[in-house]
């Protein structure tokens, strides 16, 4: 991959004085892609109940945008999980800490990520709403470093392989910052 300039904080206001030290995935690529992924999921649920159930708070703004394009009837719903803290290395436990209070048995239940890094967040929530009785568990995330070990459930839709840096924005937080960055950047 080759290395773009550094964006400062003189560039884009909105990174808090500090410089980030690429942008992995701009705002084109991210929306042209989204819209894929839409066309996929629509087509790839032709019947059922299809429950959308976005895991916050890195999901919220590719959950956002990723419904509006899907073209079929759906429910939306979240829940929380945490693992990392204010450090930029998964601490490995993973907490609930909302549970989703739609029914999930009978739906097919699409379980959004902002990103799959370790698969510990993911194969804890495969495991934790798999006893609910769905009829089906899909994954989609926006972004999947490819490094996770033994997935309990890899995810069937992604939007893109990430290099295995610090990535911040479009929903990815560092220490809560960086959320509302319309682009995905690799952070120093
Ligand atoms: C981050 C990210 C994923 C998860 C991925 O969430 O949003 O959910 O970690 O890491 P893993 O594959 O190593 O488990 P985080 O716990 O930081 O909470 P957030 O969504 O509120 O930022």
Redesign the pocket.
């Known amino acids: 991959m080759t290395a773009a300039p550094v964006l400062g904080a003189s560039a884009d206001p909105r990174l808090l004085g500090r410089d980030v030290h690429r942008i992995a995935f701009d705002e084109r690529a991210i929306s042209a892609r989204v819209k894929e992924l839409g066309a996929e999921i629509t087509a790839a649920y032709p019947d059922g109940d299809l429950l959308v159930l976005g ?5 919220f703004v590719f959950l956002a945008d990723l419904v509006r394009e899907i073209r079929r009837p759906l429910h939306v719903d979240f829940l ?5 803290g204010a450090g930029t290395v ?1 601490s490995g436990s ?1 907490e609930l800490v909302y549970d989703p209070e739609t029914v999930l048995e009978g739906k097919h239940i699409l379980l959004v ?10 194969n804890r929530l495969i495991a934790v709403l798999g006893e609910r009785a769905p009829k089906s568990i899909e994954i989609c995330a926006l972004l999947h470093k490819r490094i ?1 070990g033994a997935l309990a459930r890899e995810a069937r839709f992604v939007g893109f392989d990430a290099p295995n840096e610090f990535l911040v924005g479009y929903g ?2 560092h220490a809560e910052n960086f959320r509302h960055l319309p682009y995905v950047a690799s952070l120093r």
Do not use: C, H, P, W
Not at 80 to 84: D, L, P
Not at 113 to 122: A, H, M, P, W
């Open positions: 895991l916050l708070k890195g999901s929380v999980a945490s693992s990392y998964s993973v990520e902002d990103i799959v890094d370790s698969g510990r967040t993911l996770a990815l937080d």
